[in-house]
């Protein structure tokens, strides 16, 4: 069985820090996503990584991807309270069609 | 237009009655989802619609029925529903394009909050 796994669950950091959200996964993955959720609200899809070594950033926000290592990072500079939300990863796996394995989330609050 | 739109917003229930909630997605996606998410946790994957067939029960209870009448719509009918079924209901749309190769990435809708009495 597929297994996502998200540390720390549960992140409190003042602003101006930095931090990273850490994705493990127990089996060969070809693309991983982050995506962030707000309280009571849908997901944002935030970044989609295809292959090794791909890094994409945005804002304050870069997420890695480590296919050898079954591990996907998201780094967070210089937090604000803006970015204070749960966030995803989750895994597909080709051979199962487009069906989404979800982290356990990964709940940030940023204090000023 | 990349959106994925849901309704109704909110739907509160009893356990006896029938009701259905609606996902509409107009981005020539053909591969639609239903979600179940309990607060404070990862969405749960419920149904799989691929090219308007039914791919994957993730062996929900038989009281969510889902249905695609065509490649823009997604219903899922509740009926008989206990109260432990409260949660948000996330539906979700993929590209699936034989023969290509898509990012994969699921759009989400903004998601119904049941309430079941």
């Known amino acids: 069985e597929l297994k996502v796994e998200q540390n720390p669950l549960f992140l409190s950091m003042q602003e101006g820090k930095n931090y990273t959200i850490y994705c493990n996964y127990s089996?060969?993955?070809?693309?991983l996503y982050w995506y962030r959720q707000d309280p009571g609200k849908s997901l944002e899809s935030l970044f989609v990584l295809l292959s090794n070594g791909a890094v994409k950033q945005e804002g304050r926000l870069m997420a890695s991807l480590d296919t050898k290592a079954r591990l996907s990072t998201l780094h967070i500079t210089a937090a604000v309270h803006d970015l204070s939300a749960t966030y995803f990863c989750a895994v597909d796996i080709l051979r199962t069609g487009n069906q989404f394995y979800f982290g356990t989330g990964t709940s940030l609050t940023v204090i000023p | 237009d990349t959106e994925v739109t849901q309704t109704p917003k909110h739907l509160v229930m009893g356990m006896t009655n029938k009701k259905s909630l609606k996902c509409e997605q107009h981005m020539g996606h053909r591969a639609m989802y239903w979600y179940k998410q309990k607060a404070k946790k990862p969405p749960e994957l419920m149904f799989v619609?691929?090219?308007?067939?039914?791919?994957i029960n993730e062996s929900v209870p038989s009281r969510f029925s889902p249905e695609c009448p065509n490649s823009s719509l997604l219903n899922l009918h509740l009926h008989a529903l206990q109260p432990e079924d409260s949660a948000l209901y996330l539906c979700?749309?993929?590209?699936?394009?034989?023969?290509?190769?898509?990012?994969?990435?699921?759009?989400f809708g903004p998601g119904t909050r049941l309430t079941v009495t």
């Open positions: 979700a749309s993929s590209r699936r394009t034989s023969g290509s190769i898509s990012t994969g990435e699921q759009y």
């Open positions: 619609y691929s090219y308007e067939k039914l791919s």
């Open positions: 089996t060969t993955s070809d693309r």
